[in-house]
């Protein structure tokens, strides 16, 4: 079946720690999402990818960093940059056009700093 | 950019209630409209949509009429389910993502 495959599920960091979050799609979608999603805040845009090879900053894109070196594959790395780095962290696919279709999430990331 | 507000939760009702989460929108444009539902500890899952003016979405039982004038797309439910408790966001399309309200939780009681 096709879908979106987030890992880990939970992830914990030290202070000063980079991390990096999976996402992997087999859906042939062209188009990649990242959204931190904090209680009482919804979901804001960390990073966009419309295209292999290209990626745009969203909202919060201060301390993390993507690349999209496959169509298949957008990772996320929450680097010591970031602050305030625990959240759940949700990856997203689309075709080119997202505004008939939406999205497809995956299962989400929930990163805690010990 | 394109935004949404929509009513802040969280929603208590008991079962086979009548349910209404208002969501109104600012758009330049002609924005796709969406409702998102989220269960503890998972990914969002697309609910319905609407693409145009007059579109009504459906799904599970669940209704939204994308409203022009009243720059609404608030959705309902005839008779909720204990299975329905669950966190509901509405979106719509910007330029080039979806932008997400914060989210309204519902809890339905037997």
């Known amino acids: 079946d096709g879908g979106i495959t987030q890992s880990p599920k939970y992830l914990f960091r030290k202070e000063g720690q980079n991390v990096t979050l999976s996402c992997e799609q087999n859906?042939?979608?062209?188009?990649m999402y990242w959204y931190r999603q904090d209680p009482g805040q919804g979901l804001r845009l960390i990073y966009y990818s419309q295209i292999v090879n290209d990626f745009q900053k969203g909202d919060i894109a201060e301390g993390y960093s993507v690349s999209r070196e496959k169509k298949e594959s957008f990772p996320l790395t929450v680097t010591s940059a970031q602050k305030n780095p625990t959240a759940f962290y949700l990856c997203?696919?689309?075709?080119?056009?997202?505004?008939?279709?939406?999205?497809?999430f995956g299962s989400g990331t929930r990163l805690t700093v010990v | 950019g394109n935004s949404v507000t929509q009513m802040e939760g969280p929603v208590t009702l008991s079962e086979e209630a009548f349910l209404t989460i208002n969501c109104t929108y600012t758009?330049?444009?002609?924005?796709?409209l969406f409702w998102y539902v989220q269960y503890p500890g998972e990914g969002l899952q697309l609910l319905l949509k609407a693409t145009k003016a007059d579109d009504k979405g459906s799904n599970k039982g669940f209704e939204a009429t994308y409203r022009k004038e009243t720059t609404s797309f608030h959705l309902e439910k005839g008779s909720v389910q204990v299975s329905d408790s669950a966190v509901y966001f509405c979106?719509?399309?910007?330029?080039?993502?979806?932008?997400f309200g914060k989210g309204t939780s519902l809890l339905v009681t037997p």
């Open positions: 979106a719509l399309s910007d330029r080039y993502a979806l932008n």
């Open positions: 758009a330049t444009g002609y924005p796709s």
């Open positions: 997203a696919s689309s075709t080119r056009d997202t505004m008939a279709f939406g999205y497809t």
């Open positions: 859906l042939n979608h062209d188009a």
